[in-house]
């Protein structure tokens, strides 16, 4: 079974490369257009001041961005002494840090590259269209800076423990259905079905992360066949692992079809995994009870 692989380390990465191709793309664009079409919007702010306030957001951005993602980076090693590593890596591939970066980086480089546009050929004007854009920039980085900060408090240990076990419970309640149902009384019949095929990993250790049951009993469904997953999410995958088996009395279904409803990656994550909240919980306990930690 080739593994479908969620590389989270990737989009943390392609996110800020994103903006910032957006960011020079737009500043050369946008004030190119408002030169050209719009000769008539010209900002109020000479040229001189333009240049200097263009600079400053420039040169307080980028060291903005230094400061603040050092500080976010202690934080995250800190945490990973006082709490887990386990936790640390789902941290430093929030969502919220990878979006800041590619917001603080998309001003600066916006700024940098709308100031080749002030006083272009000394004509002493300054494009409208340039001076919002980046003032607008500048206000989603300043929300974007409170956001980060929110998410940097979140390491405070009572913060943790809240979050983490609120993660466990959402994942229970969505996955598991409620004791009120009757139980499935499925065991029986998936005993005495013949096994048609075995579906095994190969390549290199991953984790299980997210498998995709609606697609899995569509499958099953419209093949008159019954689907055992052998391996449960957050379990590791090694050559040769089973991951599920085919029941039934028709004819084995094509490996295409079967994997995409199987996400591998390189840790374990909230998604359909309770266990790992309570792994989490664990890990905090332990470092409390450690000597070292007073």
């Known amino acids: 079974m080739a593994p479908t692989v969620r590389n989270s380390s990737l989009t943390a990465w392609l996110i800020p490369l994103l903006y910032a191709a957006g960011a020079v793309a737009l500043g050369f664009t946008i004030p190119r257009l408002a030169y050209n079409f719009l000769p008539g919007y010209l900002s109020t702010v000479s040229t001189n001041a333009a240049i200097g306030i263009y600079s400053a957001i420039a040169s307080g951005m980028i ?8 500080l976010t980076f202690v934080m ?3 945490s990973a002494t006082a709490y887990s590593p386990r ?4 941290i430093a591939r929030d969502p919220v840090v990878s979006h800041a970066m590619g917001v603080f980086t998309a001003t600066f480089l916006y700024a940098i590259a709308a ?4 006083d272009r050929g000394g004509s002493g004007r ?3 269209a340039g001076t919002v854009l980046v003032t607008a920039l500048l206000l989603v980085s300043i929300i974007m800076f409170v956001t980060l900060i929110q998410r940097v408090g979140m390491l405070q240990v009572n913060r943790m423990l809240i979050f983490t076990a609120d993660q466990g419970r959402n994942i229970i309640e969505n996955l598991y259905p409620s004791l009120d149902n009757p139980p499935c009384q499925g065991s029986t019949e998936i005993a005495r079905s013949p096994c048609l095929q075995t579906l095994l990993y190969h390549g290199q250790p991953r984790i299980l992360q997210e ?3 609606l697609a899995l009993v569509e499958i099953a469904s419209r093949n008159g066949s019954i689907i055992e997953l052998l391996a449960s999410v957050g379990d590791a995958a090694l050559e ?3 991951i599920l088996r085919v029941l039934g009395a028709g004819v084995p279904i094509s490996e295409a079809t079967l994997r995409p409803a199987i996400t591998f990656g390189g840790e374990r ?3 359909q995994d309770p266990k790992y909240a309570i792994r989490l919980l664990v890990d905090i306990a332990i470092k409390a009870l450690s000597p070292a930690i007073k």
């Open 76 to 78: 995250v090693q800190f």
């Open 269 to 271: 994550t909230f998604a």
């Open 240 to 242: 040769e692992t089973q």
């Open 63 to 70: 060291a903005l961005t230094g400061i603040v993602f050092s």
């Open 87 to 90: 936790l640390v890596l789902w």
């Open 211 to 213: 498998v995709d049951i």
């Open 126 to 128: 300054v494009p409208l």
């Open 115 to 118: 100031l080749a546009w002030v």
